[in-house]
T-cell receptor, first 110, second 115 residues
Framework: GESVGLHLPTLSVQEGDNSIINCAYS??????FIWYKQESGKGPQFIID?????DKRQGQRVTVLLNKTVKHLSLQIAATQPGDSAVYFC?????????FGTGTSLTVIP | ETGVTQTPRHLVMGMTNKKSLKCEQH?????MYWYKQSAKKPLELMFV???????ENNSVPSRFSPECPNSSHLFLHLHTLQPEDSALYLC??????????????FGSGTRLTVV
């Protein structure tokens, strides 16, 4: 069946370091991927997306990398700040289906 | 504030109660959604409304009943719930309902506890 998973449920990083959050997907036909951030007491918030015809996309302090060969997606956060502490979800679209991962909880240590 | 407002933020209800969750979006979007978020599980899509018509209903028990009176408002009517229905219920909207086109804007959710 379809699965969108994350390699680690929790991640702790020192403030100022870079963070890398990983996501694996199983369907090679997936053509659109999104990263969401969910802070405590809030709903998920769109961070960045990437289509399957791209390998890399950059935003403000965030970069998403897509490796279709191994069906792997990563979110890189540069110079991680305390405000980056949250749960991060990846999501993918395959045809008429839209799947979310379970999330990685990122904790930034001051 | 994301432009999608959910009320109430917290709700505790008994298994025999009837309650409703409300969602309102101020973004001019044409599609609205209900999602269920349980601990350590992926978000589960419950219902999709596009242009006020229900276009998806993902095997949700009949004790959950959605209503979309217009493109800005979405309700989830709850009746005879079970303790396992306790979760965070998220409303979202987007400009396009097709999965490949969805860029969700989520509300902050209603934390529901069934006792």
């Amino acid at each position: 069946g379809e699965s969108v998973g994350l390699h680690l449920p929790t991640l702790s990083v020192q403030e100022g370091d870079n963070s890398i959050i990983n996501c694996a997907y199983s369907n090679s036909a997936s053509d659109y991927f999104i990263w969401y951030k969910q802070e405590s007491g809030k709903g998920p918030q769109f961070i960045i997306d990437i289509r399957s015809n791209m390998d890399k996309r950059q935003g403000q302090r965030v970069t998403v990398l897509l490796n279709k060969t191994v069906k792997h997606l990563s979110l890189q956060i540069a110079a991680t700040q305390p405000g980056d502490s949250a749960v991060y979800f990846c999501a993918e679209t395959t045809g008429n289906q839209f799947y979310f991962g379970t999330g990685t909880s990122l904790t930034v240590i001051p | 504030e994301t432009g999608v407002t959910q009320t109430p933020r917290h709700l505790v209800m008994g298994m025999t109660n009837k309650k409703s969750l409300k969602c309102e979006q101020h973004l001019g979007h044409n599609a609205m959604y209900w999602y269920k978020q349980s601990a350590k599980k992926p978000l589960e899509l419950m219902f999709v409304y596009s242009l006020e018509e229900r276009v998806e209903n993902n095997s949700v028990p009949s004790r959950f009943s959605p209503e979309c009176p217009n493109s800005s408002h979405l309700f989830l009517h709850l009746h005879t719930l079970q303790p396992e229905d306790s979760a965070l219920y998220l409303c979202a909207s987007s400009q396009e309902a097709r999965p490949g086109q969805r860029q969700y804007t989520f509300g902050s959710g209603t934390r529901l506890t069934v006792v």
